[in-house]
């Protein structure tokens, strides 16, 4: 046959133990602020990727979505405003990656923002998705071999 364990598990006096009354070596964050935090980094990443594409190709609707995406994000850090950036400009290849990336980014914001039924969150992120989806559909100029 075999022997039985005798010795007690390794898990039973660990540091990481839920049973009631034991402290936890490491502090715990709630689902709630689990999702705040991950939405306040999505939505400072588009800002990020926003100030970029601003850089490189300037216009209106970029200026309001990143004043947008600073009270959204100023918001969820209670007050904190984000770190801004500027940018070089690139060309028309660097403009499609930026885009494609915002609109990942937005993706996860949208996600995210859902999930928390963050009302105001999802609509801007959603609107951002559009936008550079949009931008990335645009019709480009083809040369005429001749």
């Known amino acids: 046959m075999y022997e039985p364990i005798r010795a007690p598990s390794s898990r039973k006096g660990s540091a990481h133990s839920t049973m009631a009354g034991t402290m936890s070596d490491f502090p715990h964050r709630t ?5 705040e935090f991950q939405l306040a980094g999505h939505l400072a990443a588009l800002l990020a990727v926003t100030d970029e594409l601003r850089s490189a190709s300037p216009s ?47 993706g996860r914001a949208l996600v995210v923002a859902a999930s928390r039924a963050d009302t105001a969150a999802a609509i801007l992120a959603a609107e951002r998705m559009d936008a550079h989806a949009a931008a990335l559909a645009e019709p480009r100029e083809l040369t005429a071999a001749g």
Do not use: C, Y
């Open 31 to 35: 689902r709630e602020e689990e999702l």
């Open 60 to 106: 209106a609707d970029l200026d309001a979505a990143a004043e947008r995406l600073v009270e959204q994000v100023t918001r969820l850090r209670g007050g904190s405003t984000p770190a801004r950036v500027s940018a070089s400009g690139g060309g028309d290849g660097r403009l499609a990656s930026l885009h494609r990336r915002a609109h990942a980014l937005a």
